[in-house]
Nanobody
């Protein structure tokens, strides 16, 4: 059974940095794409970024491009989301997701079969 556990959320001020970690068990993260989505209060869940199964390519939403970066962690089977220059509009619950297949539209929730429980990120002005 695949399980995803996020950690590293918290409350920070504008301009600060946070790093989220997603630990995956039950499968190898190099088998399928991994992604982060987020959901702000009262809004629909939206795509943040994804990393291909090979780990060679990453994709980001326009809202976070240049500020956020995905990578594989030193710990086995973890994916990291480094968030810099945080803004109040980055506030929300961040979800880690694991793909159901190797290829597809990385920003489409339908590509992902497994989801973590979410980590709260709050950015105050």
């Amino acid at each position: 059974q695949v399980q995803l556990v996020e950690s590293g959320g918290g409350a920070v001020q504008t301009g600060a940095s946070l790093r989220l970690s997603c630990a995956c068990s039950g499968r190898t993260i190099s088998d399928f794409p991994m992604a982060w989505f987020r959901q702000a209060p009262g809004k629909e869940r939206e795509f943040v970024g994804a990393i291909q199964s090979s780990g060679s390519f990453t994709y980001y939403s326009d809202a976070v491009k240049g500020r956020f970066s995905l990578s594989r962690g030193d710990a086995k089977n973890t994916v990291l989301l480094q968030m810099n220059s945080l803004k109040p509009e980055d506030t929300g619950v961040y979800y880690c997701a694991a793909g159901a297949r190797r290829s597809g539209n990385y920003d489409d929730e339908d590509l992902y079969a497994y989801w973590g429980q979410g980590a709260q990120v709050t950015v105050s002005s």
